[in-house]
């Protein structure tokens, strides 16, 4: 049957890439997935599309989960496209740590944007990526940025030290909050208040919307964040599209702070931040590889396992027999 | 260190009927079998499904239909695949579609069909047995 037909090689890396600059939705969306898996082309992949990325304005989307997030960006993106920009979303959703397997459910609210042209929507699962998830997003922020997208939006449901990383791609970090949800501080506390640079209550036609506000407000306060740059916190109703304008301007409002002054010291902060978690994996790899092949490190492991030396001691163990007494 | 490819695979819901207990099922099933599973949500029309299968880079997709549509929703779908270049997807479908349908769609290059009452192993088993392989 011609349905069976052997499936096409992968096209080269050299093609996908030029896809990408093209713009070409099959490219992106076969690089996206070459990055995902983390394949040996990978690298190569990055290399040849970096020098064209750094165009795109980055805003990370975050909060509990029953926020309305999805909502949200649905709106968020027409404004978008209304203004006649382009837009790539990543939606990243966890992966079951049991099965390994993952339920990718953000598109739902998305879906009517699915055949715009001028939109790009990938879902991704968290899975058990070599360098995490904040790596794997980088990336695939990079492939969206190279192939002329205005806006990328990052999506991630705040919870947890591994979003906190994630969301740090964005030049932009939007927490997004809603009013009745049981836990609601609790999920801000985790860190994301230090890094939000817009807070919205969604849902700010329930009636204790403003309640919210005033909980944020008080939080914000407390923090000694220095800054010139005043977080603001915005009330939006995603299902009715109210509010979300003023959403939008807010932050062009902060594209344009960061490029007026903060722009280039956050870039270099974050190149620094990745450049460091490169060589950090690379380096950590390389020489636990070589322990592992030299026989050493399964020795220590049982070690450990049988309560004979600490994991701290064992590793400095090893690492004086590779490097000789150092610290 | 490498990373892993795993298999991803879309469920869509063509069509106008709004019952979707089926597609979650099956959608529960695969992701606890260890796969990606993006769901589409209700009422999605062939160019939706198609455009999100080439955006998500599946390798597969299962259809679910209860509307009685399938005759005109599922030629229009592997027709726009086709067209997309993208027909190294494997398509399999569910819902109710009476036996006498079945060849036709199956000529179309839908791989299987599988009735109510399926049990999930059995659809998991499929998937796994013929999910193509990439390079």
Do not use: C
């Not at chain 1, 791609?169 to 208040?193: N, R, S």
């Not at chain 2, 599946?58 to 993208?86: N, T």
């Not at chain 2, 479908?93 to 049990?119: C, H, N, Q, R, V």
């Amino acid at each position: 049957m011609k349905w069976k037909k052997k499936r096409k090689p992968l096209a080269k890396v050299e093609e996908i890439a030029r896809g990408v600059l093209a713009g070409d939705r099959r490219s992106i969306a076969k690089a996206i997935t070459i990055i995902e898996s983390n394949a040996p082309e990978a690298k190569k992949l990055i290399s040849l599309i970096y020098p064209h990325t750094g165009k795109a304005h980055v805003i990370g989307l975050t909060g509990p989960g029953g926020s309305g997030k999805s909502t949200l960006i649905e709106k968020m993106v027409r404004e978008y496209r209304r203004r006649g920009k382009t837009v790539g979303i990543v939606a990243i959703d966890p992966t079951s740590p049991f099965t390994g397997g993952a339920f990718l459910g953000d598109r739902i609210r998305m879906q009517e944007l699915s055949t715009d042209e001028g939109v790009f929507i990938r879902s991704m699962a968290t899975r058990n990526y070599a360098g995490g998830i904040a790596k794997a997003t980088k990336d695939a922020v990079k492939i969206l940025d190279a192939a002329g997208k205005d806006m990328v939006i990052v999506e991630t449901v705040g919870a947890g030290q591994s979003e906190v990383e994630i969301i740090k791609v964005a030049h932009t970090i939007v927490v997004v909050h809603a009013p009745g949800l049981g836990d609601e501080i609790q999920a801000i506390k985790a860190g994301l208040m230090e890094i939000a640079d817009i807070f919205v209550v969604n849902k700010a036609d329930r009636e204790n919307a403003d309640k919210a506000v005033i909980d944020i407000q008080a939080m914000l306060q407390h923090g000694d964040r220095e800054t010139a740059w005043k977080t603001p916190i915005l009330k939006t109703t995603a299902i009715t599209g109210d509010g979300v304008p003023q959403l939008v301007e807010k932050i062009e409002e902060h594209r344009i702070f960061l490029e007026k002054g903060l722009g280039f010291k956050r870039s270099l902060g974050k190149a620094e931040a990745e450049l460091v978690d490169v060589i950090k994996e690379t380096v950590a790899n390389s020489i636990i590889e070589e322990l592992k092949r030299e026989g050493i490190f399964e020795e220590v492991l049982r070690e450990i396992v049988e309560r004979k030396i600490d994991p701290a001691s064992a590793a400095q163990k090893l690492l004086n027999k590779k490097f000789g007494k150092t610290h | 260190m490498r990373g892993e490819r795993k298999i991803r695979v879309l469920i869509a819901k063509p069509g106008l009927d709004s019952h979707d207990r089926g597609a979650k099922v099956v959608a529960r099933a695969l992701r606890d079998a260890g796969m990606e599973v993006i769901y589409t949500g209700l009422r999605q029309t062939p160019e939706q499904i198609v455009e999100t299968a080439l955006q998500e880079d599946v390798d597969v997709i299962g259809l679910s239909i209860l509307s009685g549509a399938h005759k005109a929703l599922f030629p229009r779908i592997m027709e726009l695949l086709k067209e997309k270049g993208l027909t190294d997807i494997m398509v399999f479908a569910g819902g109710i579609i009476p036996e006498e349908d079945m060849p036709e769609l199956k000529k179309l290059g839908i791989k299987e069909i599988f009735g109510p009452g399926t049990p999930t192993e059995k659809i998991i088993q499929f998937v796994l047995e013929n999910v193509p392989k990439r390079k």
